[in-house]
């Protein structure tokens, strides 16, 4: 099934220097991919990922001022597969990329347009690249279960080690090493002894100037016993690349030192009274001289309720000084160690994503949902406040005096049928103690809604308008207030055709992208076509909009995207 390993990406980048066409191209996450480091047993498994972007850019060179030259081509491709017996398994995943349109004679001179990889990085070919990405090997033999290659690790809530792929802004960040799990009735110990491999080739972003890896080394023991409580203690130790090994070795950081030692434990219980709880606790010690805080800690509270028809949830988190052990790996696109952020993350800007990663944060967030359905439908509103204290002051942080967020927010999920609603709206003010007033402080107020309504059997149609109205406050460089709207209506037309048209709208002066439809405006279609179960392509023509995307309490600021792109997934 593999229909671009790097011959084509060979027969691309010779045909780089011609102007091609304006081609299709398709986005597919089709079903569930098997993941790097899960067990697949008895049976091969694959993955197949083909992606074609025309690239539409409204720059011109002076010389050629009728001329698209900095128009582009991507073709990018992923297979993996895995395979082998109950007790052996096996898996690959080979990436490949090429560029074509990138070039373009001035002059005189052949002139590269964008470079396809940067530092530490390099390919038989400027325009192309293919390398082996993930490679697993795993067993299992009675209690032990154990993988020598990429996999993935979490412990607790994630405030010491947390290193799991995060497909929603584009991030697959494995460990490559051993990762060995020893279980008993009521406990495990996992041991995890890895460096970090962060993804170098992007799915759903351009591929310019890849970077190559820098190895992080970690260094983890995680216990756990589970009885009438699941309780659990671990240790993490960190050692950080700081740059690329000219050699090449996957161990470069090892001869560095500790950079930072993390050791917590956790708890959960159900049914304690009428509640359910669950806690974390870290602390952290520096070693890093990059890092100006010599120690740091990290807490996590929750307890759950269920008074009649409704359930109550009661969080809380204490961060200080935490967020420096992603120093390292934020550069480069992921982050090691992220715990709940408490925070509703579809509404997170520019200027709120500083509290998400914030060095000096506490608070807490409320929230109660009431199941009002009945045997026919399901109804439950819900509303949730949140409060925090944020002292930091460092960062992207736009504020010069510690400030204190609340935000709140209210809900509705209506399911009867086929019929869907899920509906939030919310608003969010941040007080700055120099200006505790609402001119002096930063306001957001957004909505956001998903409606589902079946026409007839072979007919659905799906509407999904958001909207985010956002206030400044006063700042040493002041920005503009900023609207954000966007919408997406789905035809769903039997199996197997969807037909999707979005519109983006946003006036913030921030975000580096321009509309196709006005400078503030963009608009675009996709066709989308499953034969099986199995097999997804999807076709997209047109513009969205640059801006921050949260997940999973990370934050990425994604470019925007003008011109066509074609995808086709297959699972087999």
């Given amino acids: 099934m593999p229909v671009f390993p790097p011959l084509v990406a060979l027969l691309c980048s010779l045909v780089a220097p011609l102007r091609a066409e304006e081609l299709g191209s398709f986005e597919v996450p089709a079903g569930p991919a098997p993941e790097v480091g899960s067990l697949q047993g008895g049976a091969t498994h694959g993955l197949e990922e083909f992606r074609f972007r025309h690239y539409e850019s409204p720059d011109r060179l002076s010389a050629f001022p009728d001329e698209p030259v900095f128009d582009y081509e991507e073709v990018v491709q992923r297979l993996q597969i895995s395979g082998g017996s109950s007790l052996l398994t096996l898996g690959i995943q080979g990436d490949a990329v090429a560029l ?87 406990a495990e110990l996992r041991l995890v002894e890895a460096v970090t491999n962060p993804q170098q080739l992007r799915l759903e972003n351009p591929n310019v100037a890849m970077q190559a890896d820098l190895p992080h080394a970690i260094h983890g023991v995680r216990a756990d016993w589970y009885g009438r409580a699941h309780l659990g203690a671990h240790a993490v130790i960190y050692q950080f690349a700081r740059a ?38 870290d602390w952290i010690d520096y070693g890093a001289p990059e890092v100006e805080a010599s120690g740091g800690y990290a807490g996590y509270l929750s307890a759950t309720a269920y008074p009649g028809r409704a359930s109550v949830l009661l969080e809380g988190k204490l961060y200080k000084d935490a967020e ?126 998903a409606l589902t309504v079946p026409i007839s059997r072979t007919l659905t149609i799906e509407i999904a308008p958001t909207v985010l109205r956002y206030h400044w406050g006063e700042n040493p460089v002041q920005q503009a207030d900023y609207t954000d709207v966007s919408n997406t209506l789905a035809l769903k037309l039997g199996a197997p055709w969807i037909v999707l048209v979005y519109t983006d709208f946003s006036d913030n002066e921030l975000i580096n ?53 074609a995808s086709l997934t297959a699972n087999f």
């Fill in 100 to 186: 074509f349109s990138n070039e373009y004679i001035l002059d005189g001179e052949r002139e590269i347009e964008r470079p396809l990889w940067g530092t530490g990085l390099s390919g038989p070919h400027e325009n192309w690249w293919f390398g082996i990405e993930k490679l697993w090997l795993q067993g299992q033999s009675g209690r032990l279960s154990w993988t020598l290659g990429d996999s993935y690790a979490a412990f607790g809530k994630g405030l010491a080690l947390n290193v799991v792929k995060n497909t929603d802004i584009d991030v697959d960040t494995s460990l490559r090493g051993v990762h060995a799990t020893l279980s008993s009735a009521n």
């Fill in 324 to 449: 420096h052990l992603n120093v390292f790996s934020g550069g480069q696109g992921y982050e090691l160690a992220a715990g709940p952020s408490l925070e509703y993350e579809r509404a997170i800007t520019e200027d709120s994503s500083a509290a998400l990663n914030s060095n000096d944060i506490v608070g807490g967030r409320a929230r109660a949902d009431f199941n009002l359905g009945t045997e026919a439908s399901t109804l439950s509103p819900y509303v949730s406040l949140l409060a925090l204290r944020d002292n930091d002051l460092g960062g992207v942080h736009f504020n010069t005096t510690p400030e204190t967020v609340v935000h709140g927010v209210g809900g509705v999920t209506f399911v009867r049928g086929e019929l869907h609603l899920l509906a939030n709206a919310g608003y969010r003010t941040d007080l700055r103690d120099d200006a505790p007033t609402e001119n002096g402080g930063d306001t957001t107020m957004h909505a956001d809604v």
């Fill in 513 to 565: 992208s321009i509309g196709n439809l006005a400078d503030d405006l963009y608009g675009a279609a996709e066709v989308q076509w499953q034969p099986t179960n199995a097999i997804t392509v999807k076709a997209f023509y047109g513009s969205y909009r640059a801006g921050i995307r949260c997940a999973g309490g990370q934050c990425r600021t994604l470019p925007g995207f003008s011109g066509a792109r």
């Fill in 244 to 281: 690329v090994d000219p050699l090449g070795s996957p161990l470069a950081a090892w001869p560095s030192g500790i950079d930072a030692a993390v050791v917590g434990a956790s708890g959960e219980m159900s049914g304690v009274g009428p509640f359910d709880l669950a806690a974390e606790i």
